[in-house]
């Protein structure tokens, strides 16, 4: 069955300094991969997605993340942060066989003064 | 005013009551879904549909109920609440017009029902 791994359930950093949130998936077809941010008190929004083409995708907000079929993995970036980057993120994963969305379990971003 | 609203937002309730959660859109989308959020666990889909006369089941079903009003309504229900149904609870759409696929869609979601279950 398809499963989406966050390996960091927590990462503290300084304002401006850069991050990579971690996700990796496992799966043997082809999928699309989603990052969506959760601010307090709010529904999920999406940041970014990969469908198809280039790996290197960019989303909102300065956020970008790269598509690595040969490690399964579809990290998150940002290289320099804000307080207001303070949220918490999920990865995703549906496959093209069937609709569904797989989502992690999220890291909860904190960055600090 | 927003896209896609969910009342209430806040709920209590005692075992063995039945309790309704609403979901609106007014993003015009046909596809509509119901998740619940655990700390640790992440999201995890209950029912979604795909149209009016379209509803299916997710992962974590049991227990739970849906009906589909209109295009712009999903409601959930809990027949009969227990404990372990205390969680965070989004409606999300998305639109068919993005693509036939529905995999690849962008959900958009509500604000969340916080609903506890004594």
């Known amino acids: 069955a398809q499963s989406v791994t966050q390996l960091d359930s927590q990462v503290p950093v300084f304002e401006e300094a850069p991050v990579e949130l971690r996700c990796n998936y496992s799966?043997?077809?082809?999928?699309?991969l989603f990052w969506y941010v959760q601010y307090p008190n709010q529904g999920l929004q999406l940041l970014l997605k990969?469908?198809?083409?280039?790996?290197l995708v960019k989303g909102i907000n300065g956020f970008e993340a790269e598509f690595n079929k040969s490690q399964t993995s579809f990290h998150l970036r940002k290289p320099s942060v804000h307080i207001s980057d303070t949220a918490e993120y999920f990865c995703?994963?549906?496959?093209?066989?069937?609709?569904?969305?797989?989502f992690g379990t999220g890291t909860r971003l904190k960055v600090l003064a | 005013d927003a896209d896609v609203t969910q009342t209430p937002r806040n709920r209590i309730t005692k075992t063995g009551k039945r309790i309704m959660l609403e979901c609106s859109q007014t993003?015009?989308?046909?596809?509509m879904y119901w998740y619940r959020q655990d700390p640790g666990l992440g999201l995890r889909l209950i029912y979604y549909?795909?149209?009016?006369?379209?509803?299916n089941k997710g992962e974590i079903s049991d227990g739970y109920s849906v009906s589909r009003q209109a295009q712009a309504k999903f409601s959930l229900s809990l027949e009969s609440a227990i404990p372990n149904q205390t969680a965070l609870y989004f409606c999300?759409?998305?639109?068919?017009?993005?693509?036939?696929?529905?995999?690849?869609?962008?959900?958009?979601f509500g604000p969340g029902t916080r609903l506890t279950v004594l």
């Open positions: 995703a994963v549906s496959d093209r066989g069937t609709y569904k969305y797989i």
């Open positions: 990969y469908l198809s083409g280039s790996t």
């Open positions: 999300a759409t998305s639109d068919s017009g993005q693509t036939s696929l529905a995999a690849s869609d962008t959900q958009y």
């Open positions: 993003k015009g989308h046909d596809r």
């Open positions: 549909s795909f149209d009016v006369k379209d509803i």
């Open positions: 799966s043997s077809v082809s999928v699309y």
